[in-house]
């Protein structure tokens, strides 16, 4: 689910559509005017640079003209009101940039009347669409893509209350495809719970009923244990929000970390619910033995389709970046700007090729492994001798401490994976700490 689907609390609609259009498109020539003109005092190939801080800052400016301008608060009309005034900002903008190298040639030279300008200006936009339609269709698709980064911000003043919901924040990407992975229920049994500890090196602290959150470049926030409402379990891409009863965040923290799972016994003691992030209560037992389905004869891990869509989308992306770089900018820069491309390029490629090679075949008690780079090994179970779990990563080591396997919680099949290992006794843990 998406940031403007299903809020908890959506406000009415206030704001004026006017407004919010003439903000986004005021705040978007603006920062591309200015960045455009910087071509003119830049010398040599730095004014080449200056596309990048175009893109990035465009696509900002445009998302804070609407914000202030008090826009319509509507999340689908203020998107589109943003890639509209976007696409129209950077046409014009550059249709000024041509105007003006024409009349500084002609300054001082010919005198100039208002026809003369507007003469120029026709000819000049005219000429920069036959000419370089795709640099220019190139700029605004680069600018819609960077000002994605500014529809967090666009959200907050659109719908602040869904914006702090903490449903919204358990999607919130949290640092990596497999960063949260969700614990089997039930938790390990703990013999006595420490009076204190600390989960994710010290982010957060327990002591007897009072919890100490530190969050990053933030103040810290002191709280009850009886002010926990209840916890919503993040997707894999997000956290686990603890909320209080006024819906607001109290601290979050994932079960890949350091205590968490210890953690997660606490909160269980103290008769905290956990719901998903669309509300439904999450049972905390394993299913009963008539519930849970047999497990197949044969399986096949293997990645989900986002890695597929989105390895596309950053080849076609990236790469037409990358052509352009050496098609319309001149060298040295040329290499420079192709060149931070060509690393999007190779993630694109790498997702593609996980896609395509990258599983894990189970037949009965035999498995077959492949890598991403395709290379394709087969083990009987009994090599396994444990499996470890470190942010989301599911390493199938043998008896030597070498490993099988290298696989993630988020593919396709994970869960048949873990019923696999646990109905043959494989022990799984988490990897051992580094030893600095």
């Known amino acids: ?97 041509f105007t003006l190298a ?97 989960v994710d090196k010290g982010k957060l602290t327990v002591e007897g009923s009072t919890l100490t959150f530190q969050p990053w470049a933030k103040p810290r926030r002191t709280f009850q244990v009886s002010d926990i409402a209840g916890v919503v379990m993040g997707v894999s891409t997000g956290f686990n929000i603890l909320y209080d009863k006024e819906n607001r965040e109290l601290a979050r923290f994932a079960w890949s970390r350091q205590n968490a799972l210890l953690f997660g016994q606490y909160l269980l003691t103290h008769d905290i619910p956990f719901i998903d992030p669309g509300g439904v209560p999450v049972p905390t037992q394993p299913p009963t033995e008539t519930q849970a389905a047999p497990l197949p004869h044969t399986f096949t891990l293997r990645q989900n389709k986002l890695s597929l869509i989105v390895g596309w989308l950053c080849l076609l992306l990236f790469g037409g970046c990358t052509i352009l770089a050496f098609l319309f900018v001149e060298f040295p820069t040329s290499l420079l700007c192709g060149g931070f491309f060509a690393l999007f390029d190779l993630l694109a490629l790498y997702l593609l090729l996980a896609y395509h090679n990258h599983r894990l075949m189970v037949e009965g008690s035999n498995l077959t492994y492949t890598s991403p780079g395709g290379r394709t090994t087969r083990f009987p179970l009994t090599d396994i ?52």
């Not at 689910?1 to 005021?26: C, H, N, V, Y």
């Not at 990407?173 to 420490?194: K, M, Q, S, V, Y």
């Not at 942010?391 to 290298?406: I, S």
């Open 1 to 97: 689910m998406t940031d403007t689907e299903t809020p908890i609390a959506q406000a009415a609609p206030k704001g004026s559509r006017l407004l919010g259009a003439l903000g986004a498109f005021l705040g978007a020539l603006l920062a591309a005017l200015v960045t455009d003109l910087l071509i003119f005092f830049l010398p040599g190939d730095t004014g080449n640079l200056t596309i990048l801080l175009n893109m990035i800052l465009t696509g900002w400016a445009a998302c804070q003209g609407y914000r202030l301008f008090r826009g319509y608060r509507s999340m689908l009309f203020a998107r589109w009101t943003v890639r509209a005034s976007i696409a129209l900002a950077q046409l014009l903008a550059l249709s000024l940039l």
């Open 102 to 198: 024409v009349l500084q040639k002609a300054w001082g030279t010919l005198p100039l009347s208002a026809g003369d300008v507007l003469f120029t200006f026709t000819r000049s936009a005219v000429h920069l669409f036959r000419s370089s339609p795709l640099a220019s269709l190139s700029l605004v698709l680069g600018t819609l893509f960077f000002a994605r980064l500014s529809w967090t911000g666009l959200l907050k003043y659109v719908d602040p209350a869904w914006y702090s919901d903490p449903r919204r924040l358990a999607r919130v990407g949290g640092g990596g495809a497999t960063f949260n992975l969700p614990p089997c229920w039930p938790l390990p049994p703990a013999d006595a719970i420490p009076q204190t500890f600390t």
């Open 385 to 436: 001798a444990r499996g470890t779990l470190n942010n989301g990563q599911l390493r199938l080591l043998d008896r030597a401490g070498r490993p099988l396997a290298k696989l993630g919680m988020d593919m396709k099949n994970a869960p048949l994976l873990s019923r696999y290992l646990q109905a043959h006794q494989v022990p799984l843990g988490p990897a051992k700490p580094r030893k600095d």
